[in-house]
């Protein structure tokens, strides 16, 4: 089942084509990279889906409604998880929960959606007292109180140590697996290739290759791409990982 239709998509700021005829579909329960260096177009685009920017022309498509047609429809389809997640001060994790779930009209226990994200025994503190990757599982948890059926993260990982960031990893898994599609920006090229159903990757506005990441790994050896092999069974993040433990370590 198709969730999302993005088609012939334009934006442009005064001579910059910004976002130049893009087009892709993400199904139902997928996770969907976009990939790109600084400037590529990756953040206007999410921009433009989240109904936080105008489109020029074209048009996306979520569940089936029009994004520039009934944008307030589309605000209650989907949750959106921004780069810098802020929240006000003195305000306890659970009261963050209904705040947000209100606002949608929403009634929730926060309880369980603390539980969802490993904050339940920090349901009782402040926002200001959480490390970064706990404000990071936070702000996933409030995007998700209205049950949205897609879910943007922009760079969600940028900035966390090596355990906030394997534990984050699994938290969006647990996202893909309720049947929400995932659509996310990284510069992490490992966390693209074990996350990702599918990639996009677009540069100068324009999408330049889509498809899982094997096959386009696949097409680049075809393609005679050779490096030089050196076939270790771990890494140093697993190396860091081992000594240190897997568990989360939240100041």
């Known amino acids: 089942m198709t969730m999302i239709e993005v088609k012939d ?13 893009i087009s892709f579909s993400v199904k139902k329960g997928e996770i969907f990279g976009i990939l790109g260096p600084n400037g590529a177009g990756k953040t206007t685009t999410l921009e433009m889906m989240e109904t936080l920017r105008p489109i ?60 969802d994200v490993d ?45 906030a960031r394997r534990h984050l990893w ?12 995932v659509i996310m920006t990284t510069h992490y090229m490992d966390e693209a290739e074990i996350l990702c159903d599918r990639i996009a990757i677009m540069d100068n506005g324009k999408i330049i290759a889509i498809d899982t990441p094997k096959n386009l790994i696949k097409a680049l050896l075809k393609r005679g791409f050779k490096k030089k ?13 081992d000594l240190t433990g897997k568990g989360l370590r939240d100041e």
Do not use: C, W
């Open 56 to 115: 020029d022309s074209g048009e996306v498509i979520i569940d089936g409604v029009n994004v520039a047609k009934d944008p307030q429809k589309i605000k209650y389809l989907i949750g959106v998880q921004p780069q810098s997640p802020a929240f006000q001060d003195k305000t306890r994790l659970t009261e963050v929960i209904e705040m947000f779930a209100a606002a949608y009209g929403e009634k929730v226990d926060p309880m369980e959606f603390l539980r």
């Open 170 to 181: 699994e938290l969006i898994e647990k996202v893909r697996d309720k049947g929400i599609s």
């Open 229 to 241: 092999q050196e076939v270790e069974q771990a890494n140093l993040e697993d190396v860091f990982i």
């Open 119 to 163: 904050l339940e025994e920090k349901a009782k503190s402040y926002v200001e007292d959480l490390s970064g990757g706990q404000k990071q599982r936070l702000s996933i948890t409030t995007a998700l109180v209205h049950g949205p059926k897609v879910f943007f993260l922009d760079e969600p990982t940028t900035g966390l140590d090596p355990q």
């Open 9 to 21: 998509l334009k934006k442009r700021y005064g001579d910059k084509q910004a976002v130049d005829g």
